[in-house]
Every structure is written in structure tokens, then in C-alpha cells.
């Protein structure tokens, strides 16, 4: 979830990257597999996720090393409990619970199944009971382990990724909206309250239709992030709203509807770029 603790991010944070499909920004000339045009990339392809964990790690962790984030654990008093992980699975919403359930079918016995009981009673609160002190060391050990992070990579695409592409793509939105989705889908979750992707689909819809209804995708996807904004706002742990406005926006208008890189964009006021 978004870190509202981050918002006068250092210098040392911002990274340059260029790693997509052997298309390196430091070379004098694209390669002739990039410089063939081919049909628009949807956000599962490869090269696209890439991108897409990137984006949203630049949010979530002010990095673009989004592996680095399977250790990551703190409390960032948001009433959700402990936020950890490569998306920021909380003890409080119950992905968490999710991940450590997933890790222990796989690996029984691990360092973290002995939370599971203190796992399911703090769902839906911000309480540790039953968590403090040993499990954000535990999660860190377990990220060591690539049992756990597969659980991490499972979840994130079964709950966040997977739903949102798909959704995407029935509205007729290609990669950036299909991002969109993604990333309000990661912050808010996929449920249908107002506040929840489901309702926030809603509000957009009420002033837009996306392409596969006839309508335009630019018009559409300016009234889905006006409604993300709106969302985020009701609630102080999202209220900075730079993920939309200084990143999705911007790609946006410029016309950025397939995410190709170079990717340019701002987050808590910290510059990124992929080559």
C-alpha cells in the first residue's frame, strides 16, 4: 500500500533503468527486432509486466528494484497493520494471511507458519497481537527462501495483476489502462464499496464509456483516474495522489496508451526513467 511516510523522497532514490527486450537506451541503434512494428503488447506480456512492477514499485518503495520488496516489512499506521512484500500485502486486509498460507502448503514447518493463527485474528484491524516481536524478522528470513517469494508472485497475480488485465481488456483499454487498473486495484483492492476498484470502475463509468461500449479511451481513462483521485482522497494514507497525477497522467497525455518506454514520471515528487 502507498507509503504515506515518503512523500520528501532523497535523490538517492531516483534509478535509470533499461531492460526491455534487449532494446537498452544506451544503444546508438535499436535492433531490428525492436525497430519492427508489431501489434500493441497487453500488460501480461513479459517486457510489459516488467514495466508494470517497476511503476508501481517506484510508488510503493520508491525504487524501481521491485525484487528487492520481498523482505520489505514495517507498520506505516495506516490502521492496516504490518504492509510487506512486493505489493504491500497487509495483515490487516488479509493478503498477507493469504501469502503465508500459500508459502506454508508449499513449505510446511516454514518460519512463518507458526503466525498463521495471529495472522486470521488481526484481519481487518491494525493490531500486532500475536505478530510482535519476532514476525517482521521471520518475513524478512523467509524472503531468502524462493518458496516464499513464489507465494508473493501467486498472490500478486491471482488477487491484483491477473483481474485487472483481464477487466482491462474487456473494456477495450490497452496496456496503460490495463496499468491503471492494476495499480488502483493494488492500493484500494478489488472490492465493489466506492472506495474499491469495483466502485471506482463505477464512478468512471457514470461519466464515460470505455472502448468496448464505444466510447473513447483517452476520455475514459481521464474520468477512471479523476475517479481514483477522488477515492484516494477520502482516506489520509491515500491522499498523495502523485501515482496518478505526475505518472499515470503523464503517460496518458501523452499518448502513451501502449506503456512503451522510455518512461518518464514522478513519484512523491522523485524522478524515474526506463529506457
Known amino acids: 500500500m502507498v507509503h504515506p511516510d515518503r512523500d520528501t523522497p532523497t535523490s538517492s532514490r531516483r534509478t535509470l533503468l533499461g531492460l526491455f ?6 544503444a546508438p541503434l535499436l535492433n531490428s527486432a525492436c525497430a519492427t512494428a508489431g501489434p500493441a503488447a497487453d500488460l501480461d506480456d513479459p517486457a510489459k509486466k516488467e514495466i508494470a512492477m517497476q511503476l508501481v514499485s517506484s ?14 516489512i514495517e507498520d506505516i499506521g495506516d490502521g492496516r497493520g504490518y504492509t510487506a512484500g512486493i505489493i504491500g500485502f497487509c495483515s490487516g486486509t488479509g493478503d498477507m494471511l493469504h501469502v503465508v498460507r500459500r508459502y506454508t502448503d508449499r513449505r510446511p ?54 483481474p485487472a488485465v483481464r477487466q482491462g481488456r474487456a473494456d477495450g483499454l490497452r496496456a496503460l489502462g490495463q496499468f491503471a487498473y492494476y495499480d488502483a486495484r493494488v492500493v484500494h483492492g478489488g472490492g465493489d464499496d466506492p472506495e474499491s476498484f469495483g466502485g471506482i470502475r463505477a ?27 477522488w477515492a484516494m482522497r477520502q482516506e489520509k494514507a491515500h491522499s498523495e495522489t502523485s501515482r496518478v497525477d505526475t505518472e499515470q497522467r503523464v503517460f496518458l497525455r501523452r499518448g502513451n496508451l501502449d506503456l512503451d518506454p522510455p518512461l518518464d514520471w514522478a513519484v512523491y515528487g522523485d524522478s524515474y526513467h526506463i529506457g
Open 21 to 26: 527486450g534487449g532494446c537498452l537506451a544506451a
Open 59 to 72: 510508488a510503493e518503495n520508491s525504487s524501481l528494484d521491485w525484487r528487492a520488496q520481498y523482505r520489505y
Open 109 to 162: 514447518g516454514n518460519v512463518l507458519a507458526r503466525y498463521l493463527p495471529a495472522l486470521r485474528r488481526v484481519e481487518g484491524g491494525a493490531a500486532h497481537d500475536g505478530l510482535d516481536p519476532g514476525f517482521p524478522g521471520d518475513w524478512r528470513r523467509a524472503a531468502g527462501d524462493p518458496a516464499f517469494r513464489r507465494a508473493q508472485d501467486e498472490e500478486r497475480d491471482e488477487d491484483y495483476f491477473g
Open 203 to 229: 464512478r468512471a463509468l457514470r461519466s464515460a464509456r470505455p472502448p468496448a461500449q464505444g466510447g473513447d479511451e483517452v476520455t475514459y481513462l481521464e474520468a477512471f483516474l479523476d475517479a481514483r483521485v
